[in-house]
């Protein structure tokens, strides 16, 4: 049986928690935007976890956790040495950023909004814009100084990094979208905004984005579940049309994404009454079928 062992682990922030591991063939095929699915123990639930970072010559990947749960709480006592039992991946598609021509890359002023631990996968994007000569700036918000991540690793690629916090205890004072517009007034000019981070975050700054005219895209990983499509959690209507984030993303267009349907469906998800009501109701269209997986190949 294979198992994924922890190359190193680290309490990086209050209740976060960084592992570097050892995934060889996720690392050879991984791009920036992409996600894997996590299980700890036989009996550990399955967790879809955007790559923060990977290392093909090292063969691993990293990946960034935050305490939320059961399955997540028995994590933080993983230590180096120690094996994840499943990493499967690498799956979704990766960021847009990455098909793009290089030369129309140079043209664009790209600013990335990283709300908390979306910080963790916007970093990779970052990363790869660096190493094509790309340099872009960066937002990191968190609620208070305990729990900025990733700051210096994002100083290393990135154009600019301004870090925001709501209580004001580090950097700037106030959310994301204060510090965007503040650096709007002061004279920086974007045309491309690439935003991870809560679901209400990312709704307010697809709100001023668009009040700018700048194009913006989302990551939905924070409402995936199993990762495959079938459990039908992640079903948002992008434009007019259903899509699933794990198949059809995880990112989208954040101007056209419907965040009041997503989060209002995300509540009901969470009781088994609540899905079976989104089962009877959406039916056939319930879940997107597994379009992606095939494991660690």
Request: proline residues 3%.
């Amino acid at each position: 049986m294979t198992m994924y062992r922890i190359l190193k682990a680290a309490e990086i922030a209050e209740n976060i928690y960084l592992y570097d591991v050892e995934a060889p063939r996720v690392a050879r095929r991984c791009m920036p935007g992409q996600f894997v699915i996590v299980r700890a123990g036989d009996d550990g639930e399955r967790i879809p976890l955007t790559i923060c970072d990977y290392d093909r010559q090292k063969g691993s990947i990293t990946l960034v956790v935050q305490v939320v749960g059961a399955s997540t709480y028995g994590m933080r006592s993983l230590a180096s040495g120690d094996s994840f039992t499943d990493v499967v991946g690498p799956l979704g598609k990766a960021s847009d950023l990455c098909e793009m021509p290089i030369e129309e890359l140079r043209k664009k002023h790209i600013v990335f909004i990283g709300g908390g631990l979306g910080t963790a996968p916007v970093y990779p994007q970052v990363k790869w814009l660096h190493e094509h000569g790309i340099d872009a700036d960066v937002i990191i918000g968190a609620r208070s100084q305990s729990l900025v991540i990733l700051e210096e690793e994002m100083k290393a690629v990135a154009g600019n990094v301004y870090v925001t916090t709501d209580d004001g205890s580090y950097g700037r004072s106030g959310m994301v979208t204060k510090c965007l517009e503040d650096l709007i007034a002061e004279g920086k000019q974007y045309d491309h905004c690439v935003c991870i981070g809560p679901m209400i975050m990312m709704k307010f700054t697809c709100l001023t984005t668009k009040k700018y005219g700048i194009h913006t895209v989302v990551s939905l990983n924070p409402i995936m579940v199993d990762g495959t499509g079938m459990c039908g959690a992640c079903r948002v209507t992008v434009g007019s049309k259903t899509m699933f984030a794990c198949v059809d993303g995880p990112e989208f267009d954040g101007h056209l994404v419907d965040f009041d349907e997503a989060m209002k469906r995300t509540q009901i998800y969470k009781t088994a009454e609540g899905r079976a009501y989104l089962m009877a109701k959406e039916g056939d269209t319930h879940h997107g079928g597994c379009g992606c997986c095939g494991g660690d190949n």
